[in-house]
């Protein structure tokens, strides 16, 4: 039995960057295709840039039939903010689903598989584009607040992106989780719409949580998308007690772990028998 020395020590310290480095060009590479796919996919960048536009101007068309007094919120904060919620929900979630069912029936899953890159690795790249698009548009939906709608800069930018950031990983790991009770390409516009529709009229998207009953709004925010929601909300607008941002940060995180769970239990990498 010896005994590791120092020089042993040395090369492991040696390596670690070397396999960062490594991991990181798989990564690359592979973010680079997928990235090549989505833009040839013409249903998927109608989906991506287009729906989320016409939802933000359908939420504000029905903000305006809502009295929003007492909720601190105008029409144009919580249409934007909202906004960011069906980017959230259109381009990370439903488009992931997709785009995870296809690699699996495609067998590009399963190859992949059998070379360096590993299943972590598989799944992130498969997320980055649609990460970064939807990160780009939520950059965007701020600028506009701040120069066609008149509203601030993030008042608390730390807590915006905290909840931007969690909300983009809940999601992935959701649509991840989503593709794993999805037989096909076609059935993922079924299967999607469940979160959809809860996320969309529960969770604080279209209507502020404040208006509905204290009981109902107690529900609601359990649901996955209501704790993101609120501290994207508060954390652009301002308004928050601490109570409610920790109770937000907490329900978020906890979907997130669940998530995360789901997908290393029941993710399928073979096409469904």
Known sequence: MTTPTLADDRVDVGRSPSKASASARRLTALARAEMVLLIRNRSAIFVALVLPIVM???IRASLQQVDLAGTGLSIAGAALTGGIGIVLVQVVYMN???GYVTRREELV??????GEITDREILTATALPSLVLALLQCVLLVAA???AFDLTAPRRPELFLV???VGLVMMSALAAATSAMTRTVQTSQLTTLPLFFVSLFGSGIFV???IFPDGLASVFELLPLT???TLVRH???GGAEGGDLVTAGVAALAWTAFAVFAVQRWFRWDPRG
């Open 145 to 147: 607040g701040a120069v």
């Open 56 to 58: 933000i101007f359908s």
């Open 208 to 210: 502020p949580l404040d």
């Open 96 to 98: 992931l689903v997709t």
């Open 163 to 165: 909840g931007l950031l």
């Open 109 to 114: 899953l399963k190859r992949l598989r059998t």
């Open 235 to 237: 954390g652009w607008l």
């Open 227 to 229: 704790g993101v929601m």
